[in-house]
């Protein structure tokens, strides 16, 4: 029996110490994502480019109530406004 609870409250702090972690790294990325240059999202991989369009759709939600663009939507839009203009903020390739 206090198998089981120890078990369950080493089950309980691990989830609870990912959830805090996953709250601390979150908000520092999305700070980036108006400092992020054209240049920067092209570098990444297509792993870094979600993260990134997530973070976008976060940050664009805060700013402007019930206006969201859906992922392929910013991905269409960055991708063409940042042809050949790599210096551009990703936030005013958006606008």
Request: charged share 10%; proline share 1%.
């Amino acid at each position: 029996m206090n198998y089981r609870i120890s078990t369950v409250r080493a089950a309980a702090r691990i989830f609870a110490a990912s959830t805090a972690l996953a709250f601390v790294t979150a908000p520092a990325f999305a700070q980036t994502v108006d400092a992020m240059t054209c240049a920067d999202f092209a570098t990444q991989d297509s792993t870094g480019q979600t993260q990134t369009i997530a973070a976008v759709q976060a940050f664009t939600s805060q700013q402007q109530a019930g206006q969201q663009l859906m992922s392929n939507e910013i991905f269409s839009q960055l991708t063409t406004n940042c042809a050949g203009h790599d210096d551009m903020m990703i936030m005013d390739a958006l606008k």
